[in-house]
């Protein structure tokens, strides 16, 4: 600890009192079937898994798992809603009904929020206020395109694809699977989700909103599994368009899997995102940015700022200030209100966490956690940062996907430049600099889909999202978001 | 004594980082006029050639991608204005290549309009495209389209100066670099059409330009590392199963444009430049 007669020390003398979300408001159901064509069904071999809260390793439902032959049933229906309903009704009651839906969501936002803390273990503050509210508006913003499509388009007719198969990440379940139904559903596709194997209940609970939104059967189907579950939807001869968020790895072989066929595709693949602080920055506000880049949702974020490129001059201070702040980050139970910190989402994450720390020090970089307390149950990772690291460390260049920093220095803008972009990702990236000539001519040379510039880690509904280089294929949110999900006649 | 002037023969050479070599192989294909005349030996370009072409072009990216718009439009006007200038040569480089006259004339003036026609989207594309988008908080929020970087481009075999300039054209407009494999069997054009780029002003390694055998080459435009995006206009289903395998070694973007008519207008828009571009999304705090 420093021993700096101004440094902030809130973890010694006063402690937060516990203030914990209650969960008795919530429902969650022993198990969870396939919803398919607008029911919940068994699946065709009865095989379920179990939904584990990682804050405290104990099962909080049983979810069933949809073999090959159940993918196909809920393709099927995909397609009976698309020819039968979906395609045939307009936009603007498509829009309706995705309004109702966004409404609905609105109204058990708290039971969405508590319930995606339990199954995925990120902290309440953030799945209150940032998770569910942007799931719920994506759906808002939407509802409105749906019979404004042509508007999106100069001089060409859009056209929707059919079935979309979409399988999404467990870092942001139901954002994610408000990213992905939402655009589709206002383009007139229909839909098969499938939600990753360790959280899945806010997708069943989404469900239920479709159900009782009076969405018509097969317009949205939520198959439950992992991997295999995931190849059925891709491969299957009936779908039209795969949209995938999840690894660069799975990326590629999804990529390779299409092709040959005429299935569209987007991928929202990995990232490892450089945040530039240059010396005449607001330092303060850029250890924030640094704080929220990396440690938000545990670091389980693909456009996560997980390097750091600082100007030299300021370097010590920098990370002096950041030691610092991470004193006062609090890690432990996800639906405390003062967390900041919450679970890592699976004790398979936090191994491939703990090997980047091995490896990460055997390649001679020097290893910080703060100081904080863990829970004994439960997965969790300290906050982590890494000094002296250089461009080629796989720290540096591979996505950890958890709360690990990877620090660097710099002298010259073109020197930061050069370290930002030499990386085969492309997602994200961040700069913290006083001058607006400066600001945008780092904006214009990182090579990446998303910057934010004395900011980090904001998400809109109206902003689209998505990677250069090996972070992916196509955008989505925002106007730019729909083209993934129409074809365009002449 | 009548005196015939003996022509003299052009050597085709590939076009590579703003030169004029040889393949690097020493190789090469003849090119025979339709009565068995020996009309060129072709250069038979390799897999070292292609890779050296994309350092090529990934050294041009800097510079090309940063040239102002108005630039780009401009450097496109002035390639359609060579190619008017050399119009002869290239239709009775078709009439070589087994096209009539009256069709070789009307290719040649189609190449020359799309030029034309890219050259005045170079400053419209980004404003068709581009949005600001109304975030929920207190941040200024836009974004725009940027080049998606080196572009290989697997030229279409049926039409030798149309298809070749309705491709490049769109990919060099918005700021991107290009590989290109020209038509295997009727390639004189392409080298043809290089010399005009090289008489431009289009910086050097903007446009590299191969001539060689498809089979042997087409693995390697779509599955470099260092290259963002391939576009191919011909092959069979097990070839573009191939192409779309290959490409996802480094997640490039595929574009397939098969069975197009390059004759007809439809095949000129813009997003056929939206194509071969990324858009970037940029956030800024509002505030004092």
């Given at each position: 600890?420093?021993?700096?007669?101004?440094?902030?020390?809130?973890?010694?003398?006063?402690?937060?009192a516990?203030?914990?979300?209650?969960?008795?408001?919530i429902?969650?159901?022993?198990h969870?079937?396939l919803?398919?064509?607008g029911?919940?069904?068994?699946?065709?071999?009865?095989?379920?898994f179990?939904?584990?809260?990682p804050?405290?390793?104990?099962?909080?439902?049983?979810?069933?798992?949809?073999?090959?032959?159940?993918?196909?049933?809920?393709?099927k229906?995909?397609?009976?809603?698309?020819?039968?309903?979906?395609?045939?009704?307009?936009?603007?009651?498509?829009?309706?009904?995705?309004?109702?839906?966004?409404?609905?969501?609105?109204?058990?936002?708290?039971?969405?929020?508590?319930?995606?803390?339990l199954?995925?273990?990120?902290?309440?503050?953030?799945?209150?206020?940032?998770?569910?509210?942007?799931?719920?508006?994506?759906?808002?913003?939407?509802?409105?395109?749906?019979?404004?499509?042509?508007?999106?388009?100069?001089?060409?007719?859009?056209?929707?694809?059919?079935?979309?198969?979409?399988?999404?990440?467990?870092?942001?379940?139901?954002?994610?699977?408000?990213?992905?139904?939402?655009?589709?559903?206002?383009?007139?596709?229909?839909?098969?989700?499938?939600?990753?194997?360790?959280?899945?209940?806010t997708?069943?609970?989404?469900?239920e909103?479709?159900?009782?939104?009076?969405?018509?059967?097969?317009?949205?189907?939520?198959?439950?599994?992992?991997?295999?579950t995931?190849?059925?939807?891709?491969?299957?001869?009936?779908?039209?368009?795969?949209?995938?968020?999840?690894?660069?790895?799975?990326?590629?072989?999804?990529?390779?899997?299409?092709?040959?066929?005429d299935k569209?595709?987007?991928?929202e693949?990995?990232?490892?995102?450089?945040?530039?602080?240059?010396?005449?920055?607001?330092?303060?506000e850029?250890?924030?940015?640094?704080v929220?880049?990396?440690?938000?949702?545990?670091?389980?974020?693909?456009?996560?700022?997980?390097?750091?490129?600082v100007?030299?001059?300021?370097?010590?201070?920098?990370?002096?200030?950041?030691?610092?702040?991470m004193?006062?980050?609090?890690?432990?139970d996800?639906?405390?209100?003062?967390?900041?910190?919450?679970?890592?989402?699976?004790?398979?994450?936090?191994?491939t966490?703990?090997?980047?720390?091995s490896?990460?020090q055997?390649?001679?970089?020097?290893?910080?956690?703060?100081?904080?307390?863990?829970?004994?149950?439960?997965?969790?990772?300290r906050?982590?940062?890494?000094?002296?690291?250089?461009?080629?460390?796989?720290?540096?260049?591979?996505?950890?996907?958890?709360?690990?920093?990877?620090?660097?220095?710099?002298?010259?803008l073109?020197?930061?430049?050069?370290?930002?972009?030499?990386?085969?990702?492309?997602?994200s990236?961040?700069?913290w600099?006083?001058k607006?000539s400066?600001?945008?001519?780092?904006?214009?040379?990182?090579?990446?889909?998303?910057?934010?510039?004395?900011t980090?880690?904001?998400?809109?509904?109206?902003?689209?999202?998505?990677?250069?280089?090996?972070?992916?294929?196509g955008?989505?949110?925002?106007?730019?978001?729909?083209?993934?999900?129409?074809?365009?006649?002449? | 004594?009548?005196e015939?002037?003996?022509?003299?023969?052009k050597?085709?050479?590939?076009y590579?980082?703003?030169?004029f070599?040889r393949?690097?192989?020493?190789?090469?294909?003849?090119?025979n006029?339709?009565?068995?005349t020996v009309?060129?030996?072709?250069?038979?370009?390799?897999?070292?050639?292609?890779?050296?072409?994309?350092?090529?072009?990934?050294?041009?990216f800097?510079?090309?991608s940063?040239?102002?718009?108005?630039?780009?439009?401009q450097?496109l006007?002035?390639?359609?204005?060579?190619?008017?200038?050399?119009?002869?040569?290239?239709?009775?480089e078709l009439?070589?290549?087994?096209?009539?006259?009256?069709k070789?004339v009307?290719?040649?003036?189609?190449?020359?309009d799309?030029l034309?026609?890219?050259?005045?989207?170079?400053d419209?594309?980004?404003?068709?495209?581009?949005?600001v988008?109304?975030?929920?908080?207190?941040?200024?929020?836009?974004?725009?389209?940027?080049?998606t970087?080196?572009?290989?481009?697997?030229?279409?075999?049926?039409?030798?100066?149309?298809?070749l300039?309705?491709?490049?054209?769109?990919?060099?407009?918005?700021g991107?670099?290009?590989?290109?494999?020209?038509?295997?069997?009727?390639?004189l054009?392409?080298?043809?059409?290089?010399?005009?780029?090289?008489?431009?002003?289009?910086?050097?390694?903007?446009?590299?330009?191969?001539?060689?055998?498809?089979?042997?080459?087409?693995?390697?435009?779509?599955?470099?590392?260092?290259?963002?995006?391939?576009?191919?206009?011909?092959?069979?289903?097990?070839?573009?199963?191939?192409?779309?395998?290959?490409?996802?070694?480094?997640v490039?973007?595929?574009?397939?444009?098969?069975?197009?008519?390059?004759?007809?207008?439809?095949?000129?828009?813009?997003?056929?430049?939206?194509?071969?571009?990324?858009?970037?999304?940029?956030?800024?705090?509002?505030?004092?």
């Amino acid at each position: 600890m420093s021993t700096d007669s101004t440094k902030l020390a809130f973890n010694d003398g006063w402690q937060y009192a516990p203030a914990p979300e209650s969960i008795d408001h919530i429902q969650i159901d022993d198990h969870y079937g396939l919803f398919i064509n607008g029911e919940f069904v068994a699946p065709e071999i009865d095989r379920y898994f179990e939904s584990l809260n990682p804050a405290t390793e104990k099962p909080l439902s049983n979810i069933a798992l949809a073999s090959e032959k159940d993918v196909d049933r809920a393709v099927k229906a995909a397609r009976k809603a698309y020819t039968g309903v979906w395609s045939k009704m307009s936009g603007a009651d498509r829009g309706k009904y995705l309004f109702r839906i966004a409404r609905i969501m609105q109204e058990c936002a708290r039971e969405f929020a508590t319930i995606e803390s339990l199954d995925g273990g990120k902290p309440i503050r953030e799945s209150r206020d940032i998770d569910i509210p942007l799931a719920a508006a994506h759906f808002f913003y939407y509802a409105g395109w749906a019979d404004k499509l042509e508007y999106a388009f100069p001089a060409r007719t859009p056209v929707s694809l059919g079935v979309v198969g979409q399988i999404i990440p467990w870092n942001f379940p139901l954002l994610m699977a408000a990213w992905k139904i939402a655009p589709a559903l206002a383009c007139g596709n229909t839909v098969v989700l499938k939600p990753a194997e360790t959280t899945s209940l806010t997708a069943m609970k989404l469900a239920e909103v479709f159900r009782d939104a009076g969405l018509p059967p097969g317009v949205v189907n939520i198959v439950t599994g992992a991997g295999p579950t995931g190849a059925a939807i891709v491969n299957h001869p009936d779908v039209n368009k795969v949209a995938f968020t999840g690894s660069t790895e799975v990326g590629k072989i999804i990529q390779r899997s299409l092709a040959g066929t005429d299935k569209k595709y987007t991928l929202e693949l990995g990232g490892k995102a450089a945040n530039i602080i240059f010396a005449d920055a607001a330092i303060d506000e850029a250890v924030e940015g640094i704080v929220n880049g990396i440690f938000f949702n545990q670091g389980h974020v693909c456009c996560a700022g997980s390097r750091l490129l600082v100007q030299e001059s300021v370097a010590d201070e920098v990370v002096r200030k950041l030691r610092d702040r991470m004193e006062t980050l609090i890690i432990g139970d996800p639906l405390d209100k003062n967390t900041d910190i919450g679970a890592i989402n699976s004790a398979g994450q936090l191994e491939t966490i703990e090997s980047y720390l091995s490896i990460g020090q055997a390649e001679g970089a020097e290893m910080y956690q703060s100081d904080c307390s863990v829970p004994d149950q439960g997965y969790w990772c300290r906050p982590t940062i890494f000094t002296g690291v250089s461009q080629s460390n796989r720290i540096v260049q591979e996505e950890i996907f958890g709360p690990v920093l990877a620090i660097q220095t710099f002298r010259t803008l073109e020197e930061g430049l050069t370290k930002a972009n030499n990386t085969p990702y492309g997602l994200s990236g961040g700069v913290w600099t006083d001058k607006g000539s400066k600001v945008f001519k780092m904006t214009q040379k990182i090579r990446a889909g998303v910057i934010w510039a004395n900011t980090f880690n904001k998400f809109d509904p109206t902003s689209p999202f998505g990677g250069y280089k090996e972070s992916g294929v196509g955008r989505e949110g925002g106007m730019h978001g729909l083209g993934a999900y129409l074809k365009l006649e002449a | 004594m009548a005196e015939t002037r003996i022509p003299v023969a052009k050597t085709y050479k590939i076009y590579l980082g703003g030169k004029f070599p040889r393949t690097e192989s020493g190789r090469y294909f003849p090119f025979n006029a339709a009565d068995g005349t020996v009309i060129a030996n072709m250069c038979r370009g390799s897999l070292k050639d292609f890779r050296n072409s994309v350092v090529a072009a990934r050294s041009a990216f800097a510079g090309w991608s940063a040239s102002t718009a108005y630039l780009r439009g401009q450097i496109l006007y002035r390639i359609a204005e060579m190619l008017e200038g050399r119009n002869e040569q290239f239709v009775s480089e078709l009439v070589l290549q087994g096209v009539s006259k009256r069709k070789a004339v009307k290719e040649v003036e189609a190449s020359i309009d799309r030029l034309i026609y890219y050259a005045g989207w170079s400053d419209k594309y980004q404003q068709i495209f581009s949005s600001v988008n109304p975030v929920s908080s207190s941040h200024f929020n836009f974004s725009v389209l940027e080049p998606t970087g080196v572009v290989g481009i697997l030229a279409p075999e049926n039409s030798s100066l149309l298809g070749l300039v309705s491709n490049i054209a769109p990919v060099i407009v918005g700021g991107n670099t290009c590989v290109v494999l020209a038509s295997e069997s009727l390639p004189l054009c392409a080298i043809s059409f290089a010399e005009v780029l090289h008489s431009s002003d289009v910086p050097g390694g903007v446009v590299n330009l191969l001539t060689g055998f498809k089979d042997e080459l087409r693995d390697q435009f779509a599955s470099h590392m260092d290259v963002n995006a391939v576009v191919f206009c011909d092959g069979d289903a097990e070839i573009s199963k191939i192409i779309q395998e290959k490409a996802a070694d480094n997640v490039k973007h595929v574009i397939s444009r098969r069975d197009q008519d390059w004759s007809s207008e439809k095949s000129q828009n813009p997003y056929l430049i939206s194509e071969t571009q990324e858009t970037k999304t940029t956030w800024h705090p509002i505030g004092s």
